[in-house]
């Protein structure tokens, strides 16, 4: 379980992620955001628009654990959805979704209860779950995603 300080702290990085996002990707041409991230993964673009897609997710399971009494929390196949033609769009919708979906995803988790941390669900790839797990898997999730566009940018000089 997290602590109250632990709690806060993840709320401001989901809170911050849509800045994060569009500073580590500003300036970067079509080329550089059609290139993959890591050997042999998806590319910087494919990168951001999953954010978009699985912090909705996120989001959602949240909610549902909150409302209802011990939800399932359903999987979608990221890398089929990675496939998808709208992830070859521009980034601007992408980044809209991540302005609108964190501002008020740190509203919602901002305003839960105590007792709110502590509700769960069941996840049928990660078993149970609760809003502290999803609170720090998704506080986490952009960074990690993030970190390696930073380092690409870094080692190529963009």
Do not use: C
Request: aromatic share 8%; no cysteine; proline share 6%.
């Amino acid at each position: 379980m997290l602590t109250v300080a632990e709690r806060k702290e993840r709320i401001q990085q989901i809170e911050e992620l849509p800045d994060l996002v569009a500073t580590t990707i500003n300036g970067l041409s079509h080329q550089q955001l059609d290139t993959p991230y890591r050997d042999a993964s998806w590319t910087i673009r494919q990168v951001i628009h999953h954010l978009a897609d699985s912090h909705m997710n996120g989001y959602s399971r949240m909610r549902m654990v909150f409302t209802e009494d011990h939800p399932a929390l359903k999987p979608y196949d990221q890398d089929q959805w990675a496939k998808l033609q709208d992830v070859r769009l521009p980034l601007e919708p992408s980044l809209l979704i991540l302005r609108g979906l964190h501002h008020r995803w740190a509203e919602f988790l901002k305003s839960l209860p105590q007792d709110a941390w502590s509700a769960k669900g069941f996840h049928p790839e990660h078993g149970e779950m609760s809003m502290d797990d999803l609170l720090d898997e998704y506080a986490r999730h952009g960074r990690n995603h993030l970190e390696p566009i930073q380092r690409l940018r870094k080692q190529n000089g963009w």
